[in-house]
């Protein structure tokens, strides 16, 4: 078991984490929820000792607090990063291999290797594949057979349907239900709360690096404050009476016609009036004047009286 009270992360003078206590047991899937900049990476980044931070972590009633992060592997703990955190130059297969470098994971590589190959058929298609080369979908497959492979307690996951198709998100959630039941607690951050209270035991509310609210998936699910903070109940219910008023019927009646811009002709020096626009409809040069056209000076000469 997970056990986790009164962790706090600070950077600089800001406190991502404030006093944050939580428990995830064994065959259970506890999520959290929380909006963006809630704390939720720190709050998983701490607890693998990727982040320092003050408090008690405990798995399985060892202290793992301030420990490396390969040692908290070895302990029975594995993150799965958002952003998948895959070799892209390696294969499927030696990224699943690098999985079980653990001690604890080296006895049982194959027997675990033919559990991820079971769980995700697409990877035993593709083991020789490069990981870069493939689909994001599938790519998170390798993330999180990648983390299986070293025979982990408890499974940590941080955003993992982030860019995923609905259809890939599906199968995703399916195989984190499937993980559950072999026996290996699952904590998830997850952004899409609909489907993941769906498969979820217990929930954490985070906000603001603080623990706001936990309790059932199912009963914070029908809460309606969770249903308008994360699962879009309030602006379901604001856009309805939005998009059934109608418009009164002298609106339109009272609106004047408005000419088009294309036909107003703004009264300047260099747009004169209609009135006036034949006079400048051809081009003239720059500088031009009157008294220096020939035809204006020889009707001047002709005009004047012979002596």
């Known amino acids: 078991m997970l056990e986790v009270k009164d962790l706090a992360v600070t950077y600089g003078q800001h406190r991502a984490l404030k006093g944050v206590s939580l428990t995830v047991a064994p065959g259970e899937i506890v999520v959290i929820l929380g909006a963006n900049g809630a704390g939720k ?3 998983l980044k701490a607890i693998a000792g990727l982040e320092r931070g003050a408090g008690s972590v405990r798995l399985d009633g060892s202290s793992i607090a301030g420990l490396p992060p390969h040692r908290i592997v070895e302990a029975g703990l594995a993150l799965v990063p958002e952003g998948r955190g895959i070799f892209g130059d390696l294969t499927v297969q030696e990224n ?3 999985g079980a470098f653990a001690h604890r994971a080296r006895d049982g590589q194959q027997a675990n290797l033919d559990r991820v190959l079971g769980l995700f058929t697409r990877l035993s298609e593709r083991s020789g594949q490069v990981a870069r080369t493939m689909s994001g979908g599938e790519q998170q497959m390798v993330a999180i057979g990648r983390a299986l492979m070293s025979a982990p307690t408890i499974l940590m996951l941080d955003e993992p349907s982030l860019g995923l198709s609905p259809l890939l998100c599906t199968e995703l959630f399916r195989n984190l239900r499937t993980i ?7 904590l998830l951050v997850e952004q899409n709360a609909r489907q993941s209270l769906a498969i979820a035991d217990r929930a954490y509310l985070l906000e603001n690096g603080e623990i706001v ?3 059932p998936a199912a009963q914070l699910a029908r809460d309606p404050a969770v249903q308008a903070a994360y699962l879009g109940g309030a602006a379901g219910h604001a856009a309805a009476p939005a998009a ?4 009164p019927a002298h609106a ?3 609106r004047r016609p408005q000419p088009s811009p294309r036909t107003r002709w703004p009264l300047s020096p260099h747009r004169p009036p209609a009135a006036t626009a034949r006079r400048w409809s051809a081009p003239r040069p720059t500088g031009w004047c009157p008294r220096a056209s020939p035809t204006w000076c020889a009707s001047r000469r ?3 009286p012979r002596t």
Do not use: F, I, K, N
Not at 244 to 247: D, E, F, G, I, M
């Open 41 to 43: 990476t720190s709050l």
């Open 96 to 98: 699943l291999a690098l």
């Open 180 to 186: 559950r039941d072999s026996g290996v607690g699952v």
């Open 213 to 215: 609210g936990q309790g």
């Open 244 to 247: 059934s008023t109608p418009a």
């Open 252 to 254: 339109s009646a009272r």
């Open 302 to 304: 002709s005009a004047r």
